[in-house]
């Protein structure tokens, strides 16, 4: 009855992801896109240190791509932060470049650090965002 599903587990859970992207609010995506971020240097770093390159590689590769998405929807004029934000997601960028090319699992950390910090700063500010006023 139950074994004989027509969506594989691993289709329900895609399904499930893009239903969950496609419902959410602009914070909550931006709150998803830097928790993924900091998944992915996290893995990153974590195949360096285990010596996998191509692994490293690869998730490395997907956290510029959402450095890159987050740079590139960024409404620089829309508050006096957007120009230092635009430069601290171009320098992460840059940094993330620098850690893949030299497998460099400090360079990395220091990048995750820094992904830790935004994911952080941006989830309060969905918060925030979200509290009732007064």
Known sequence: MYGNTSMSGR?????????????????????????????????????????????????????????????????????????????LYDWLHAQLVQANIRKDAALAEGCLSLAQDLASTWREAALQAAAPTQ
């Open 11 to 87: 289709g329900a859970r895609n399904a499930y992801v893009d239903n969950s992207v496609a419902t959410a609010s602009p914070e909550r995506l931006l709150v998803m896109l830097c928790d993924r971020l900091v998944l992915d240097v996290q893995r990153g770093v974590a195949a360096l240190r285990g010596g996998m390159p191509g692994e490293a590689h690869s998730q490395l590769v997907h956290a510029q791509e959402v450095v890159t998405h987050l740079r590139s929807t960024l409404r620089v004029e829309g508050w006096d932060g957007g120009p230092g934000l635009a430069s």
